[in-house]
């Protein structure tokens, strides 16, 4: 597990030494190292090497003085080792943190992760820093006269509720926004989104509205979940892998260690993208498009497939509806010369990659935000599924739709956090659905009802956290709720991450509260101490900072990207004066007068003398409710088991090579590592996971499956259900069936397989609303069928605005020409509670000929050294030091018609008035249409400094422009999802 020895007798990661002085020599090392600088440190050895080493020149062996009474530590300090997991992207990989008497002295990669196969990126290699705290937020403050202030908790905690409850009486319980965090633990999103019920409001959001919320609706309703179908280590199965808006090799760079694996093996990599990118520079075939333009190209994939047959016929029959429909159109409308006016591939090109992907099978696609953060990104994640059921590839061991998640916990928040539209594991907003909650919280449905300002609102969808800057700057008239915003709380989440950054100012300075939460102060803090304009600024407006834990401080599950649960281990004491955000969830509910509720069934554990809910219990009460998406079988005893025994999982597989637990005796055969989700019924039911999603090759007790039976049994007359003999290894089903309920169970003369007790709990319920878990059980464990029933995954999405996917042009665009022929939807009134801008701004654009002023496509995205926001990475000043500047890459041409030589400072200005100063990197990467920014900058804002306004001592280490304080307005016509892909811009010389 560690590089170092294991002694006999000693903690594991101890070493044992016989000499005191190596030993001293060892611990002064570790302490004396990073605390010199390498300039200082080469300048003190090259002295030594020249004159001779004198012990007063080099003060790593200076004599040290003990203090008086002092013990000297040599070989009988506390050594432990916990386990936890990288707090930045969503590839999972593990980490063994060292820990000498309550201070973590030392990190090493897992090497027997399946995940992670004992690697990790520059984040990851640097996450300790983040358990020393140096630029933490490291006690409560409040904006006093334009500057932080330190009080105390007692007094943040009376002030932001007696502020809260005012709110409350003036404006009702939706006056208050929540914005939860990717970065929560699943205990603390789900809890979160208990929290915020309790309140009363569904006005509550995280960051995967804005990076994946597309791909979630769109993929969802095309066949069942809206999650990666295979995962990470399944694509060394893959024959070919299309990578379509995402730079893996920087946003996800631990996860190229398989896709490298399946290349030794022969697999074939596409990359298909704007800029030319380090994940591009490891491709077969690299293909440029034009930003936003997904569908043509992905719908010219299709013309190919089909005009030369190479569709698989039987699969399509047996399991996609509305095919025909999706070919005819295709065939029609997405000709060669059409794509390659739409998107700039030429004919020959895309018939090369149909090619490639028809000729080798299994083949996976892969996408990121690049596709997602579109107005039509909804559209443009389904044609990517259109393009995988037309080859076949869907439910199988190779294939699938690997869709990469951002942040370490977003897939879980997704699951069970704080949504604006649905329950913890997307059971809606119905009555039904709060009726099933509050069974399992133990509390009366009819006094959640009462928290909330009226029982229409308890149903309606809250405002999404991309705008909830025009649920303050709105017209009152034109909300949907009777009041504007008026205070929000960032509970872990970047505002610098958002688009429209000058409007968000604006809006900040508005409000009537800000509370950020977090273990560094965010953007959020500098913005809202920096001077706005005066007739902006609410002289009533009270803005807080709390110091949250990081998930190092406290213990909890996340999920990775392919599904899988993790559990970690508390590696420290929260330091300064942090709290976990559970406890702070839990204290702010005490003020409030409904912490009974919020922990009803939890037991409570003191850390740093003050009351906790203890995460296991909280885990333990989604297992007794989540039944949706399988997140049951996942007890804390399991996961713990599985961190413990990494060992025994197939790199390949993730399937357990058999053993058990010695601590336990928990036998893992059959297990799937993590037991991704849906891990169906109680944990007792010892489900497996599941691996690959409606994969009907398997058993479903070994984690086979089919397609979801969601939408109905038919459509205008057409069978919606699977065909004769589609169905999974084992099923006493043989053909298409729908979800079990209490009536089905009775028709098939199942009922009697439930016991006595499940009878009863199962009466009048379906498999999502059984307390008791019986109808699954009895469905998959004696009669091998799936829960959700078995349907035909659906290429025409009848309840979406483009049942078939359409190109439309980005409401900011460089083509007017293509507007005309693709424009975008029609405005809505009340969507998510706004009114939203499509057809008529698009229009205004046109007309304004807004597109010469501004001529180049502007696109954003990751760098490996930082994620999201970057607050915390550019804190760590391992990190700060590999990438110290905001930049803009222009290609040649474009900046020698400028005048912008590389290196040089330039404007970027953008037609929502904001104006950047940022360094030219003058590359071949984009093309001489497109310019590119990296989105995880902030403290610069349009050519300022922002140092003063950040806490004392607080500050990241870098400062650089955000790109989105430019970015403009833009939103998808499903989810509202912004659209940061596709914006334009123009470059000048500085």
């Known amino acids: 597990m560690l590089l170092t020895k294991k002694s006999s007798g000693l903690p594991q990661g101890a070493q044992a030494s016989s000499s005191p002085f190596v030993h001293s020599l060892r611990r002064g090392l570790a302490q004396a190292l990073p605390t010199m600088d390498r300039r200082a440190f080469l300048r003190r050895s090259g002295l030594g090497v020249g004159v001779g080493l004198a012990a007063s020149q080099l003060t790593l062996v200076r004599k040290s003085q003990a203090a008086e009474g002092a013990k000297v530590a040599i070989g009988d300090t506390k050594v432990e080792v916990r386990r936890t997991v990288c707090t930045h992207c969503s590839v999972g990989c593990a980490v063994d943190a060292v820990v000498e008497n309550g201070v973590w002295v030392r990190q090493e990669p897992v090497f027997d992760s399946p995940i992670n196969l004992g690697a990790h990126c520059a984040k990851g290699a640097s996450v300790r820093e983040h358990g020393h705290g140096e630029y933490r937020l490291r006690y409560p403050m409040k904006l006093v006269n334009g500057k932080y202030e330190r009080i105390s908790w007692d007094t943040a905690l009376n002030e932001i509720t007696a502020k809260m409850q005012e709110l409350r009486q003036a404006s009702g319980p939706d006056s208050v926004y929540f914005v939860g965090s990717s970065k929560h633990s699943n205990e603390q999103a789900y809890l979160l989104r208990k929290f915020v019920s309790f309140w009363g409001t569904n006005n509550c959001d995280h960051q995967a509205r804005i990076c994946h919320s597309t791909t979630v609706a769109g993929v969802a309703n095309t066949w069942g979940y809206g999650a990666m179908t295979n995962s990470y280590n399944d694509m060394q199965n893959s024959k070919v892998a299309l990578y379509i808006g995402s730079n893996a090799a920087e946003a996800h760079p631990v996860s190229m260690l398989h896709m490298l694996h399946a290349k030794e093996t022969g697999c074939k990599m596409i990359v298909v993208d704007p800029r030319f990118t380090r994940t591009a520079a490891k491709a077969d075939e690299y293909v ?126 997704t699951d069970v956090g704080p949504n604006p539209d649905s329950l913890p594991g997307y059971y809606g907003l119905a009555e039904g659905a709060w009726k099933h909650f509050a069974n399992a919280w133990g509390v009366d449905f009819e006094w959640i009802k009462g928290r909330y300002a009226t029982p229409a609102m308890m149903t309606k969808n809250g405002i999404t956290v991309s705008r909830w800057i025009d649920g303050v700057l709105e017209k009152n008239e034109l909300i949907d709720q009777d009041s504007n915003l008026r205070g929000v709380f960032f509970w872990g989440h970047a505002p610098n991450s958002q688009t429209r950054g000058l409007e968000m100012k604006r809006a900040m300075d508005k409000l009537d509260l800000l509370v950020v ?138 399937k357990a090579k058999g053993g058990k637990d010695k601590e336990t005796g928990y036998d893992f055969t059959g297990d799937y590592f993590g037991l991704p989700w849906p891990c169906f019924g109680s944990p007792e039911m010892k489900h497996p996971g599941s691996p690959n999603l409606y994969d009907t090759s398997k058993h479903v007790m070994d984690g086979g499956g089919n397609f979801r039976a969601n939408f109905g049994v038919e459509r205008d007359g057409v069978n919606l259900l699977a065909e004769d003999g589609s169905h999974s290894v084992g099923a006493d089903l043989t053909t298409g069936y729908p979800e079990f309920d209490h009536v089905l169970l009775k028709k098939l ?96 654009n046109v007309a304004d000929k807004v597109y010469e002023k501004y001529p180049l496509i502007l696109s954003s995205g990751r760098l490996v050294e930082y994620e999201g926001g970057g607050e915390e990475t550019r804190s760590n000043p391992w990190l700060a030091e590999l990438q110290q500047e905001s930049f803009v890459e222009i290609n040649p041409k474009t900046a020698a018609d400028r005048g912008i030589r590389n290196g040089e400072r330039v404007w970027l200005s953008t037609p929502t008035g904001a104006r950047l100063n940022v360094q030219a990197l003058v590359t071949e990467r984009v093309a001489p249409d497109t310019c590119w920014m990296p989105y995880s900058f902030s403290g610069r804002w349009q050519g300022a400094d922002m140092l003063a306004y950040y806490p004392k001592g607080a500050a990241p280490l870098v400062r650089g422009e955000a790109v989105n304080t430019a970015t403009t307005y833009g939103y998808d016509v499903v989810t509202m999802m912004q659209e940061t892909k596709t914006t334009i811009c123009n470059v000048e010389r500085a």
């Not at 393009?387 to 897939?411: C, P």
């Not at 702070?584 to 009803?600: N, S, T, W």
């Not at 665009?813 to 975008?824: I, S």
């Not at 809505?828 to 205004?844: D, E, G, H, I, V």
């Open 749 to 844: 003369g199942w009922w009697a397989d439930l016991t006595e007790a499940e009878q009863k709990a199962a009466e009048g319920k379906n498999w999502k609303t059984d307390p008791s878990g019986g109808i699954i059980r009895v469905a998959m464990k004696v009669h091998g069928c799936h829960p959700f029933g078995n349907a035909k995954a659906r290429a025409v999405v009848w309840n979406f605005p483009d049942p078939i996917p359409q190109h439309r042009e980005p409401i900011y665009g460089t083509r007017p020409d293509l507007v005309a022929k693709y424009p975008t939807h029609d405005d809505k009134n009340a969507f998510w509670r706004l009114p939203t801008l499509y057809k008529s701004l698009q229009q205004k």
């Open 517 to 654: 939460v977090d273990p560094y102060p965010s953007a959020t803090a500098a913005m809202a101490a920096m001077p706005g304009k005066p007739e902006d600024l609410n002289p009533n407006r009270a803005v807080y900072l709390l110091p949250a834990a990081t998930q190092f401080e406290t213990s909890g599950s996340c999920t990775a990207s392919n599904r899988s649960l993790q559990w970690r281990e508390k590696v420290i004491e929260p330091l300064w004066e942090s709290r976990s955000d559970h406890m702070i969830m839990y204290q702010f509910a005490q003020k409030l007068g409904f912490d009974k509720e919020l922990v009803k069934n939890y037991q409570m554990q003191k850390v740093k003398g003050m009351d906790e809910p203890v995460p296991e219990d909280i885990l333990r009460e989604i297992n007794r409710c989540v039944w949706t998406i399988g997140y049951t079988g996942q007890s804390p005893e399991r996961l713990k088991a599985h961190m413990k025994n990494m060992h025994m999982f197939d790199v390949k597989t993730l």
């Open 288 to 413: 440029r498009i034009r930003s936003g333009t997904d569908i043509p190209f992905l719908f010219g994939l299709v013309y190919h497939i089909f005009k030369n047959g190479w569709e698989d016929k039987k699969y399509i029959h047996d399991r996609v509806y509305g095919m025909e429909k999706v070919r005819d159109e295709v065939m029609a409308k997405w000709t060669p010369d059409k794509v390659e006016e739409a998107c700039g591939v030429k004919e020959e090109q895309m018939f090369k990659v149909a090619k490639m992907l028809a000729d080798s099978r299994p083949g996976t696609i892969v996408w990121c935000m690049g596709q997602t953060q579109h107005s039509i990104g909804n559209a443009m994640v389904r044609a990517s599924c259109i393009l995988q059921l037309a080859l076949g590839n869907v439910g199988k061991s190779g294939g699938g739709t690997n869709i990469f998640r951002g942040h370490d916990n977003v897939q879980g928040a």
